[in-house]
């Protein structure tokens, strides 16, 4: 039984698996390129599919296109934009150049559903869809891939800044919860002045917020679409109408606010608009790092750490250690962050590897940028479900520290003066004395006095003791 069928290009004859949709351009870039396994991310077969499903509808209108063709190309298109033959999309990531691979791929795969719609076998003689006249025109590799690059990014805009909003809610209602937990400050991972556990939460719900920002801010050069510079900027093979239509095509079907470029050259040959936004989730990733870090060093122990904090036990830790639960949550959320820095520092790589009037890298630009986006939404949500949510304080741990703690001399400055406070920081350390005990003893402070300077919780709330 024979499972393929012959296709050919312009290089030849090529076999192809007999069910596939796509055809010899497709199979000739899975044979080149056998890299990694992996396939288009969601974001990007809905991008292309797309543009693929405006650009026929577009191309109708301006009398370009027969009606009957374009409808079975919007349909086609349609299908794949509600999830369907996701498995057709098969070009690895690392690709030809600028991604004429992903575009063919594209092309061949809503033609020949296109056809079939029309009640044509892909095998079948005269099929009167073709990929490159009917699926691709007005439209080129070097201007589709870019806007497909914002469009992916775009699509998935809501999401992100969705789990980063549940993020900053829950820090936002442990931060309210603790702001009653009076604690050891810590600077360089040494004892600092007290800190209302509130405090130090809503100091990451307040930077998360901040990111969010940013990322908006990023975002907003993505909306400007460079389709119908075609294959140099010029708009050769396109109406002169085509690229304002396709904007506008383009917001309507997606939801999404989109404009005009005002440099179709620019579009096409600079990606700096999905550099400064990979820029930005890179900035995120930074301080989800940090965040993540803190926590694992808050839950340190339970019994020889700091131990201020307990992260839910969402699994055993150890295949040797009975009983041992481990943060494993934080650890998963810096491992995400950190490959979403990886993945933009290959943005960033490519972004600066263009020539002339074209970036030839967009195919990887693209993956990761894509990547990235997806890292940081399951990682973020699941850090903020299985951790943060669950996460409790030990109130006698931070009580117990904070007592300890011979910085609470601090406080002490504006009355007994540094000097005088160097020396009972170390006699306390030295002596595993409190503060008040070491002051007392060198008769530097009554005790009424020095028990309202020593007052922990005003001290978090600044100002002068004394």
Known sequence: MVDYRVETDSLGEVRVPADALYAAQTQRALQNFPITGMKPLPAFIWSMALIKRAAAEVNCELGLLDATLADAIIQAGDEVLAGRHHQHFVVDPFQAGAG?????????????????????????????VHPNDHVNMAQSTNDTIPTAIRLGALWRLDELLAALGRFVEVARGKAAEWDDVVKTGRTHLQDAVPIRLGQEVGAWARAIERQMDKARFAAEGLRRLGIGGTAAGTGLNAHPDYHARMVAKLSALSGIVLYESDDLFESMQSMQDAVFFSAALRNLAMDFTRIANDVRLLSAGPTTGIAELTCPPVQPGSSIMPGKVNPVLAEMLNQAMYHCIGNDTTVNLCGAAGQFELNVMMPIIAHNLNETMQVMIGAVGAFTEKLLVGLEVNRERTASWLARNPILVTALNPIIGYNNGAKVAKKALAEGKSVREVVLELGLMNADELDAALDAQLMTEGGIRG
């Open 100 to 128: 004429t691979s992903h575009n063919m791929n594209t092309n061949e795969v809503l033609a020949n559903r296109a056809n079939q719609l029309l009640g044509f076998a892909v095998d079948a003689d005269g099929k009167p």
